[in-house]
């Protein structure tokens, strides 16, 4: 039999199945004759056709790795693997913590960690820390989720699970507003992206080493989206609409804690630079020891409203379906799409992309986007660098067509 000759220095070759077996076909008849009968049904032919099919599931599976080497198609572990070589960790899930629920029941039950309540959805909680009921039979205690993600605790009564703690008897959260949601494992699409934003993870000073900072999780968490420039004259100017000082750089930050994202700027950006914003965070230099004010923006929202005009695949899909894609997509949690983001237009193309991704089927005639105050339109609207779109579900209106 011949070499293996499908790597090449253009990369793996991954030939039609026929080519294979008719490369097969030839070296079997190279060995024993030219008369040699290769009918498929054949002893010989048999042969044949089973060396074909493992060549191809050999050639099949050296592209699949060879394709782990490109970061724009490597998924799994060999894309964390590449996001490690620029100092990116993967962020992991996390659990949704709901802290001050109220227990009650008789004085002066026990409550210890890991006992278990149920929401209205079925979501299941625990309890992350022991708690004795007080006098008058109640007490606070904080809950998590036991599955990682995005799971609601919502306010109202919860539901004990059977076999609970005897004497504990009611369980409720008085409130969502300080539930702390969980997040999923990004997908790889998602991490992805992450890396195209954090590749200059480890430099400084640069305008991509500042914005790479922004981005990493492991340095500023929970940042969805932002824009950054730059003023390196000597005098005031104004850049794309914003005014930034003399040899100054501004950023825009969507998400992220106003700490973690004073500490990103002032540990990544040149010394001497000045900053631009209205958020304003006193933040120590942990080497020099000296306290700096470090200066960035947050966005403007921008209300908007969305008319889709559909065609519904099915009556199983109905008209919350299609509100619930659009609210998936502003929130950026659709893999591939990056959503609302800071400075981003909002577009109608990609939001009818959003439907057909989340509700196959779904036939979109027309897709309308205006800020709130304006007339529909099918045009793109844009935002300033500073302002965010955000859209709410009473602002998506459904027109479903037959």
């Known amino acids: 039999m011949s070499a293996y000759l499908y790597i090449t220095a253009e990369g793996v070759i991954v030939p039609d199945t026929a080519a294979i077996l008719l490369e097969v076909n030839g070296e079997y008849k190279a060995v024993f004759g030219q008369n040699l009968n290769t009918d498929p049904e054949g002893p010989a032919g048999v042969l044949i056709n089973a060396e074909a099919l493992a060549r191809g599931e050999v050639v ?24 490690a070589l620029t100092g990116v960790d993967v962020p992991p899930a996390t659990n949704t913590f709901a802290p001050g629920i109220e227990v009650a029941g008789v ?23 022991s708690v004795s009921l007080d006098p008058d039979g109640t007490a606070t205690v904080n ?33 969502a507003d300080d539930v702390l949601l969980g997040t ?43 824009k950054y420039r730059e003023n390196y004259t000597g005098s005031t100017a104004v850049i ?17 804690s106003d700490a973690d994202v004073a500490a990103t700027l002032l540990a990544f950006k040149t010394g001497g630079t000045n900053w631009n914003g209205a958020v304003v965070v006193p933040t120590l ?22 008319r889709a005009t559909v065609k519904l695949p099915s009556s199983v899909i109905t008209s919350d379906d299609v509100k619930a894609a659009i609210l ?12 609302f983001v ?7 193309f990609e939001e009818a992309a959003a439907l057909n991704a989340l509700i196959p089927g779904i036939y979109v005639r027309k897709l309308e986007v205006a800020k709130t105050a304006d007339a529909f339109g099918t045009i793109e609207v844009p935002l300033a660098l500073n302002q965010v779109a955000t859209i709410s579900a009473n602002d998506i209106d459904v027109v479903v067509i037959t």
Not at 63 to 83: K, M, S, T, V
Not at 240 to 256: E, P, R
């Open 328 to 339: 998936a997509y502003a929130a950026g949690t659709i893999s591939g799409m990056a959503g």
């Open 342 to 348: 800071v400075g981003g237009s909002v577009s109608p």
């Open 60 to 83: 099949a599976n050296n592209a699949a790795l060879a394709n782990q080497i490109n970061p724009n198609i490597a998924g799994g572990i060999f894309l964390d693997a590449l996001l």
């Open 240 to 256: 794309d609409g914003i005014t930034l000082v003399k040899n100054s750089i501004w950023a825009c930050v969507q998400g992220g």
């Open 184 to 226: 999923a494992q990004p997908s790889d699409a998602e991490l992805r992206e992450l890396r195209n934003n954090t590749l200059a993870a480890q430099g400084s000073s640069l305008s991509e080493a500042i914005i790479s900072g922004l981005y990493n999780p492991a340095q500023t968490p929970g940042v969805r989206s932002l």
């Open 143 to 175: 809950f998590s989720a036991i599955e990682a993600g995005p799971i609601a605790a919502p306010a109202g009564a919860w539901t004990i699970l059977p076999g609970g703690v005897l004497g504990w008897e009611t369980v409720v959260n008085p409130s």
């Open 107 to 129: 004085y002066p039950t026990t409550i210890p960690a890991g006992s278990q309540a149920k929401t209205p959805a079925g979501d299941i909680f625990q309890t992350t820390e």
């Open 285 to 306: 230099d942990p080497n020099s020891g000296q306290t700096y004010l470090v200066k960035f923006d947050r966005p403007t929202a921008v209300p908007t409203k969305t």
